[in-house]
C-alpha cells in the first residue's frame, strides 16, 4: 500500500496537477491516513498540498507552522459556525455540529447556525 501511495504521489506531481486535497476522516470512525503517508505526499508532491479532517484551530495551526501542509480544509466546523475564522481568531465559543442535519436536502443544517452577532 505505501508503494502505492507513493507512486500516485510522484505521478501526480510529475504531471504538474497545482494540489492534492488528502482526507482523513479517521475523527469520524474511518481507519487513519498515517502521518508517514502524509509526510510521503509532502516531499513527494511538489504543488501545494491541503489537510482535513478532524482540525480545531491549534491543530491547525501547528500543522501549517510545522510545514506539513500549505493549507487545511475545514468540513463540519464551518457548517456549524458560518463565522469560524471570527471565532478562531478571538477564541469564542463555538456551536456544536449536529450530525442528525448531515446530508439533509434543504438549508437546515446548511444556513441556519447562528453567528456571533444573533
Ligand atoms: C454535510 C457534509 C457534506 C459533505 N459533502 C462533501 C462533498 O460533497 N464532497 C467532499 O469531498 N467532501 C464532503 N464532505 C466531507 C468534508 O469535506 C470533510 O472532508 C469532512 O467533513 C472532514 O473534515 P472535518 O473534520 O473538518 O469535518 C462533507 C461533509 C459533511 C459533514
Not at 458560518?82 to 478571538?90: A, G, H, I, Y
Request: charged content about 25%; some cysteine; overall charge negative.
Amino acid at each position: 500500500m505505501d508503494a502505492d501511495y507513493h507512486y500516485l504521489a510522484r505521478q501526480l506531481d510529475e504531471r504538474g496537477l497545482l494540489y492534492i486535497h488528502l482526507v482523513d476522516h479517521s475523527s469520524m470512525g474511518a481507519p487513519e491516513v498515517p502521518s508517514s503517508t502524509k509526510a510521503m505526499f509532502r516531499k513527494e508532491f511538489k504543488g501545494a498540498l491541503i489537510l482535513s479532517g478532524g482540525y480545531d484551530v491549534a491543530r491547525a495551526e501547528s500543522d501549517l507552522a510545522e510545514g506539513k501542509c500549505d493549507l487545511i480544509a475545514v468540513g463540519r466546523l464551518f457548517l456549524a459556525n458560518p463565522d469560524l475564522v471570527t471565532r478562531w481568531k478571538s477564541g469564542a465559543a463555538l456551536n456544536a455540529p449536529d450530525m442528525n442535519t448531515f446530508y439533509l436536502t434543504g438549508p437546515k443544517g446548511y444556513t441556519d447556525y447562528p453567528s456571533l452577532s444573533q
